[in-house]
């Protein structure tokens, strides 16, 4: 669970960085330039396309491991649980965004469903009509950032993912041992926070600034 949540982690930063062209003035060129660029990585020794498809297959298999420990771990922790008469004050303890993991987890599923549906499938148009057919991933981008309502269904699931890694990153290096002395494990925590807040920020800022139209 660990790995495969450092491996979404670092694909969620590699992601957030590559959004930043969007915010080039230079009308899309480089933000569309970086998409074409995704499906030709690899050309000519390897086939158009078959770089992304690989790290389509490892981002799934990460995903899909990721989910089966954490259903394991969960009901692992259930039978534990179940047999002892006081564990409120187990409730008590946790943090919010860990006894929320799973309900995160699952938002995030969601979100990421519709996210694909959005720009890879093209089957969700938002902010441009059903006739309209081959618009550059930058006017997609902006046609659906246009809309307040698409603005605030990414901010809910970026707070899902912003709780989700506060609590699974420092959970991720605690699991590797990392958690060592009461430093270790202060240093771990403000790591986690720190990455959960550049992400939920990182995200949104091209979102709000397409929405208020400092991105034209
Ligand atoms: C405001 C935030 C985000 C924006 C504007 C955004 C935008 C995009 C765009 C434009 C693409 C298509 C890239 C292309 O095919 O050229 C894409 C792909 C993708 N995004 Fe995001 N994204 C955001 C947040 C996220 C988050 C939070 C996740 C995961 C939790 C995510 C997961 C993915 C995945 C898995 C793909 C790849 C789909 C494929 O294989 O084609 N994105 N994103």
Not at 153 to 178: D, E, K, N, P, Q
Request: with cysteine; charged share 10%; glycine share 8%.
């Amino acid at each position: 669970m660990a790995i495969t949540g450092l491996i979404l982690v670092a694909f969620l930063l590699a992601h957030m960085f590559g959004n930043f062209k969007m915010l080039l003035p230079d009308d899309g060129l480089e933000f569309n330039d970086y998409s074409h660029w995704l499906r030709t990585l690899g050309y000519p020794a390897l086939p158009h396309g078959l770089f992304l498809w690989i790290f389509r297959i490892v981002l799934l298999a990460a995903v899909i491991l990721h989910l089966v420990s954490a259903f394991r771990l969960r009901s692992r922790n259930s039978a534990n649980v179940g047999g002892q008469r006081y564990n409120t004050v187990r409730r008590m303890e946790s943090s919010y965004a860990a006894r929320t993991m799973i309900w995160g987890g699952i938002i995030i599923v969601l979100f990421v469903i519709m996210h694909i549906l959005q720009y890879t499938a093209q089957v969700l148009r938002f902010g441009y009509d059903e006739g309209v057919t081959n618009l550059a991933p930058y006017d997609r981008v902006l046609a659906g950032f246009g809309e307040w309502w698409v603005v605030l269904a990414y901010a809910v699931a970026m707070v899902a993912v912003c709780l989700h890694i506060s609590h699974g990153f420092y959970s991720a290096f605690a699991t590797l041992g990392a958690n060592t002395s009461k430093g270790a494990r202060r240093l771990l925590r403000g790591l986690a926070q720190f990455i959960a807040v550049l992400l939920f920020v990182g995200f949104m800022i091209p979102p709000v600034l397409i929405l208020i139209g400092v991105i034209p």
